[in-house]
Structure formats: structure tokens, C-alpha cells
């Protein structure tokens, strides 16, 4: 795993490096990456291999108008999209059946609890584009997300669907930004 050190803005590059190295390493099967900017999907796309861009609107910034243009766009050079919702949240109550308890709550809290937000948001798209039938489960997606408007985290996934999304890998953390001593 590489930590990212620098501001955000510098850590794009760094991070487009190490993506770049596991493609040619471990040549994913489907590229998942989360933005709330189009021109990011770009600097993720490569020949081969599926790419599915993943927007998370901001609230009132996001124009359904502009997204639409977008997704064309997207779409005519083979570059999948969808928008995001935030599924690790509503997840809770799925679980009882596989615990045998009447708490799911606390076990997805408790297993989410010590990632960060950067490294849920990779699990909430490898995982949402399972559920929407874009990728089979347990294929290997290399997702790409971040906690702000620019993407800081790689993983390496095999996800699962919503319901079983605890049964999801995540095979290796590819990068990551430094958060601090622990």
C-alpha cells in the first residue's frame, strides 16, 4: 500500500500512477471509479477493461441537465455511468438473517466503523454496481474513490451484492492518504 502525503490536487497524479501500475500487475476485470466531476473518468479509462464512473451529486450542485450530457458523452466513448447512493447506511437490517440476531445494525457499524470514508465510498460503488447487474459478483474491480471532491484511494475488490456485502474482499489497498499516526 502507498500513502499519499501531499494536498489533495498533488495527490491525483500519484494516485493515476499507482493505478496505473496495478493494471499492468493484476489487470482488473472492471475499473469502478467515484466522482462528482466528469473529466475525472477520463484520467481512469483504459483500453480492455470496463469502466464504470459512479457520480455522487453534491447536494444542490448537482444538474441533472449537465449529467445527462455527461453520461452521453461518457457513454459514446464505452465509459459506463451511473449515480451513487449511499447503500452502507441503509444496509443495517439485511443482515439478520446470515447472524441469526436481531441487531444487523451494530455489526455493520462495527465493521464499518474503522474505515475511512475514502475506502467506504470504494466498497459502496464496487458494491452498487453489483447490485445494478453492470458487474457479476466476485469479479475483480479495481475501485477508485475519495472523501472530497477529488479521488484519493484505490482498492482492489471482489464485491458482493447489498445483501451479502459483507461477504465482499477487499483483495489489497492499492493507495490511500496518510491520516495520521494511530
Known amino acids: 500500500m502507498v500513502y499519499l502525503l501531499d494536498p489533495a490536487k498533488a495527490l491525483l497524479p500519484q494516485l493515476q500512477r499507482e493505478v496505473e501500475k496495478e493494471v499492468k500487475q493484476n489487470r ?28 455522487f451529486p ?21 465509459i459506463q455511468t451511473l449515480i451513487g447512493e449511499h447503500i452502507i447506511d441503509s444496509l443495517y ?54 472523501s472530497n471532491k477529488l479521488p484519493d484511494t484505490a482498492l482492489l475488490i471482489e464485491p458482493k451484492e447489498s445483501r451479502n456485502m459483507l461477504d465482499s474482499k477487499i483483495l489489497k489497498i492499492i493507495c490511500h492518504p496518510y491520516q495520521g499516526d494511530f
Open 93 to 146: 437490517h439485511s443482515r439478520s438473517g446470515k447472524f441469526r440476531t436481531l441487531f444487523p445494525a451494530e455489526i455493520m457499524a462495527a465493521t464499518t466503523a474503522g474505515l475511512s470514508a475514502s475506502i467506504k465510498r470504494c466498497i459502496e460503488s464496487a458494491v452498487l454496481v453489483v447490485d445494478r447487474k453492470l458487474v457479476p459478483p466476485r469479479s475483480r474491480v479495481l475501485a477508485v474513490a475519495g
Open 28 to 55: 482488473p476485470e472492471y475499473i469502478v471509479v467515484t466522482t462528482t466531476q466528469a473529466d475525472i473518468a477520463h484520467q481512469f479509462s483504459f483500453p480492455d477493461i470496463t469502466t464504470i464512473v459512479v457520480f
Open 58 to 78: 453534491d447536494g444542490e450542485e448537482f444538474d441533472s441537465e449537465q449529467y445527462h450530457k455527461v453520461k452521453e458523452k461518457l457513454e459514446s466513448e464505452n
